[in-house]
């Protein structure tokens, strides 16, 4: 008997003798693809285990970063409260010593006002 080639042959990797061993040659081993199958399974498990975990990590990190806004606003409240305090304590100790020297420049004046002068004179002359 004549074998007939075409070009497919003399190009192919690999020739079979008949349809049935070329569909064997063709489709892999059922244990092979389940296998395979498996292993892309596990491999794409542990894929999304890890996105997962960058995801939480990410997320934690953010968190620690993120004030809660009750606790923002509590310490605004106390840090307006603390300039609150330090502005009135200011502005009296601005006002005792404005009035201070106010009364020290109105004594100095009033000891150098020439009538008290001549006030004093008169009352050490009369007595002595």
Same mark, same amino acid.
């Given at each position: ?5 075409t070009i ?47 995801? %939480?990590?990410?997320?934690? *990190? +953010? !968190?620690?970063? $993120? ?10 409240? =106390? @840090? ?5 305090n330090r ?11 404005? %009035?201070?020297?106010?009364? *020290? +420049? !109105?004594?100095? $004046? ?10 004093? =004179? @008169? ?6």
């Amino acid at each position: 008997m004549k074998t007939d080639y075409t070009i497919s042959d003399f190009v192919a990797d690999v020739r079979a003798p008949t349809p049935s061993a070329a569909a064997e040659l063709v489709v892999k081993d059922k244990r092979d693809v389940k296998k395979t199958l498996q292993f892309f399974e596990v491999r794409l498990g542990s894929e999304v285990l890890q996105i997962l975990q960058e995801g %939480r990590t990410q997320l934690s *990190h +953010l !968190n620690k970063r $993120l004030k809660d806004p009750r606790k923002r606003i509590e310490e605004d409240f =106390l @840090r307006v409260d603390d300039l609150s305090n330090r502005f009135l304590f200011l502005t009296s100790w601005i006002v005792k010593t404005k %009035r201070e020297k106010h009364l *020290h +420049l !109105n004594e100095s $004046l009033f000891l150098r006002n020439p009538n008290q002068k001549v006030k004093h =004179l @008169r009352q050490s002359i009369s007595r002595g």
